[in-house]
């Protein structure tokens, strides 16, 4: 994707000249020589974003051991997780953004991020493009909570679908600035996220609710925050040239970061904070299951009796008790529990997997 090149320094006024007068509304700027406004800077939360993401992920293996993708050890970091998020820890929106369910998911974000984080950070601005790439985020996040009250949600995918959404938005606002450029530009970004989208309905366990809030969100706050450029004529002794310099504030614009804030506020309180029996249940089953890694079954077996007891239709209330069954050695009630959770829903191939191995070992 073509470019124009850029600073990331949020305003500061450069400029650069336009030979042809008349053509104010085609493709100013990018004859050979010719860049915008904010052409040499460097580029700095995108370095620092990608060093976040990769040290949590460290640090992850280092808790947990190297490449272990255990649903407790993402919760313990600040996985999302509706249940928790319904009980008031709203934290787990923002922790969630650092996190990753494993090396290739990690990998693939911070490829998508070294791309779109340089240029998007380039024609926002640092300070513009870190309140673009955590609201995004957050946006995602809150969509994903409407809609996914139950799974558990990790990654940096939102946000980034955010910056595309502000890339587009920059190209919206300039296309008669940028002219044919612009807009195969802007054809381009939505034919990249038409296919991430696609794909993200294709690959199960991806969210794509949290995709489709940080692309929304992003390309709100794009909108919102985008550099203007405005023309001016020199006079020279050959006559007036016109040159393109961007304006050194946001002003009032920037007012839709807090506004933008508040609005995810006030979504997350419509959706309401009321915990239904079954993610009661679950919240229990997670806590279960903590507490048997820690070695205390009978302080586990108290959570998982009680989780059954709330939701007596959920599959994996029944594996985990039937696990901590099979530890304290009550054989009989192991099978039962085991062979229950097979027949409910609720288990993910991996622990249906694990059910029937430990249901066949027993004696």
């Not at 640090?59 to 947990?64: C, F, N, P, Y």
């Not at 980034?160 to 970004?189: E, K, P, Q």
């Not at 609720?346 to 070992?361: K, T």
């Amino acid at each position: 994707m073509s470019m124009p090149a850029h600073r990331s320094d949020g305003g500061a006024m450069h400029q650069f000249e336009q030979e042809d007068p008349q053509r104010e509304g085609e493709q100013a700027g990018f004859t050979s020589g010719l860049t915008l406004p904010g052409a040499d800077g460097k580029v700095v939360i995108t370095w620092l974003l990608l060093g976040i993401n990769i040290i949590v992920w460290a640090l992850m293996q280092l808790v947990g051991g190297f490449l272990n993708q255990d649903v407790d050890l993402l919760l313990r970091f600040g996985a999302m997780f509706g249940p928790l998020i319904a009980t008031g820890e709203y934290w787990r929106f923002f922790t969630a953004m650092f996190l990753h369910a494993g090396i290739i998911h990690l990998f693939f974000n911070c490829f998508a991020l070294f791309i779109f984080g340089r240029l998007v950070e380039g024609v926002y601005g640092y300070t513009r493009f870190t309140a673009i790439y955590l609201l995004a985020g957050l946006s995602g996040g809150v969509l994903s909570y409407m809609f996914n009250r139950t799974a558990i949600a990790v990654g940096a995918s939102g946000a980034i679908f955010g910056i595309l959404g502000a890339l587009a938005a920059y190209f919206l606002v300039h296309r008669n600035t940028f002219g044919d450029m612009g807009r195969r530009n802007l054809t381009g970004l939505a034919t990249i996220a038409a296919i991430n989208l696609a794909i993200g309905l294709l690959i199960p366990n991806i969210d794509n609710w949290a995709h489709l809030g940080g692309l929304a969100g992003g390309f709100v706050m794009g909108l919102a925050l985008a550099p203007r450029y405005v023309y001016e004529a020199i006079g020279t002794p050959l006559g007036d040239v016109r040159r393109i310099v961007a304006q050194r504030s946001v002003g009032a614009r920037w007012l839709a970061v807090p506004v933008f804030a508040i609005l995810l506020a006030v979504s997350v309180w419509y959706i309401g904070t009321d915990v239904s029996d079954a993610q009661q249940s679950q919240i229990l089953v997670v806590r279960a299951e903590r507490l048997l890694q820690e070695g205390d079954a009978m302080g586990a077996l108290e959570h998982a009796e009680r989780a059954v007891e709330l939701d007596s239709l959920s599959g994996h209330a029944f594996y985990t008790r039937g696990k901590i069954m099979a530890r304290i050695g009550s054989t009989d009630r192991a099978k039962s529990d085991l062979s229950a959770a097979l027949r409910l829903p609720g288990l993910n191939p991996s622990q249906r997997e694990d059910a029937i191995s430990l249901l066949v070992s027993l004696p």
